[in-house]
């Protein structure tokens, strides 16, 4: 099972941005699906972004269309999500998931994998 470690949270302002990052463990990286998701305080854990094994095919959310762009660096075994004019509703524990599949996903019982999250917090 791979090992998935989120960094590159924290406190910004609205409008601002933030990079993630997730660093996962294993050399068959290539070969799973990723994913981001969040959870805020009170909510249930909602879905991102995803990207398929290549890095060729992405999905967002409604809500991040346009601000938010997901990409993966398979050399280096890592997951970013660059996010752009964050809004407070971003505020969350956002997640890391891989799927032991290189099809993209939405569905967060179709990933195997979760790392233990990084906090971002948008203020207004």
């Known amino acids: 099972q791979v090992q998935l470690v989120e960094s590159g949270g924290g406190l910004v302002q609205a409008g601002g941005s933030l990079r993630l990052s997730c660093a996962a463990s294993?050399?068959?990286?290539?070969?799973?699906?990723m994913g981001w998701f969040r959870q805020a305080p009170g909510k249930e854990r909602e879905f991102v972004a995803t990207?398929?094994?290549?890095?060729?095919?992405?999905l967002y959310a409604d809500f991040v269309k346009g601000r938010f762009t997901i990409s993966r660096d398979n050399a280096k075994n890592t997951l970013y999500l660059q996010m752009n004019s964050l809004k407070p509703d971003d505020t969350a524990v956002y997640y890391c998931?891989?799927?032991?599949?290189?099809?993209?996903?939405?569905?967060?019982?179709?990933?195997?994998?979760w790392g233990q999250g990084t906090q971002v917090t948008v203020s207004s």
């Open positions: 294993g050399r068959t990286f290539r070969w799973y699906a």
């Open positions: 990207i398929n094994g290549s890095g060729v095919s992405t």
């Open positions: 998931a891989a799927r032991k599949l290189p099809g993209a996903t939405m569905a967060a019982a179709d990933f195997d994998s």
